[in-house]
């Protein structure tokens, strides 16, 4: 069955620091991976996706993610983080193929607090 | 401006009644989604819809119920068999590709 583990529930960092937000997901086939961020009581948005091709992913806000298909890993990175990056980040696996072609898997979530 | 609205934002059920929330699309987006989000537990699929007319249980549907009668609208009814219905709703909707597009989200709270 398909599932994402988001190990770390809060993470806090200093303005100017480095990021790295951690993703671990579980599908059989090639995935399709996706980071998605939430401000508060808003809805979710696209940060970047892995389809196939180039495992390092940019993004939009000056994100990238890696596909590392032997750690089943995809985790989000950004090398300075400003106050603004101050949200709920979602990592989610969607099915390929099958009977659940289209749906995605969420994983719980990651709180970014950043200190001025 | 294409996109997903979702109406209310907030939305008070006194414990019994019935509530339906809207969503609307003008993405022209064949599939839509509904979410229910509480807190720590991520985003649970409620039902989705994949095409007009057709729709299928996601993983926490009892209580709730949908329509899909246009393309561009997918309703959802809170209904009062779901015994703890407060949270935050997401809907989201898809077109060819696989990345899903959210609403601003509406907040229901039962009284």
């Known amino acids: 069955a398909q599932s994402v583990t988001q190990p770390d529930i809060h993470i806090t960092v200093s303005e100017g620091a480095s990021l790295e937000l951690r993703c671990n997901y579980s599908?059989?086939?090639?995935?399709?991976l996706f980071w998605y961020v939430q401000s508060p009581g808003q809805g979710l948005q696209l940060l970047l996706k892995?389809?196939?091709?180039?495992?390092l992913v940019q993004g939009i806000k000056g994100f990238e993610a890696e596909f590392k298909r032997s750690q089943s890993s995809f985790n989000l990175r950004k090398p300075s983080v400003h106050w603004s990056d101050a949200a709920e980040y979602f990592c989610?696996?969607?099915?390929?193929?099958?009977?659940?072609?289209?749906?995605?898997?969420f994983g719980r979530g990651t709180q970014l607090t950043v200190w001025p | 401006d294409g996109g997903i609205t979702q109406s209310p934002k907030y939305l008070f059920r006194k414990e019994g009644q019935n509530v339906t929330l809207s969503c609307e699309q003008n993405l022209n987006h064949d599939a839509m989604y509904w979410y229910r989000q509480d807190p720590g537990q991520g985003l649970r699929l409620i039902y989705y819809s994949q095409i007009v007319n057709d729709f299928q249980k996601g993983d926490i549907a009892e209580g709730y119920s949908v329509s899909r009668e246009k393309k561009e609208s997918f309703p959802l009814t809170v209904t009062s068999a779901q015994k703890n219905p407060t949270a935050f709703y997401l809907c989201a909707s898809s077109g060819g590709g696989l990345e899903q597009f959210f609403g601003p989200g509406t907040r229901l709270t039962v009284l």
């Open positions: 892995y389809f196939s091709g180039d495992t």
């Open positions: 989610a696996v969607g099915a390929s193929r099958g009977s659940t072609l289209g749906r995605l898997y």
């Open positions: 599908y059989g086939a090639t995935p399709y």
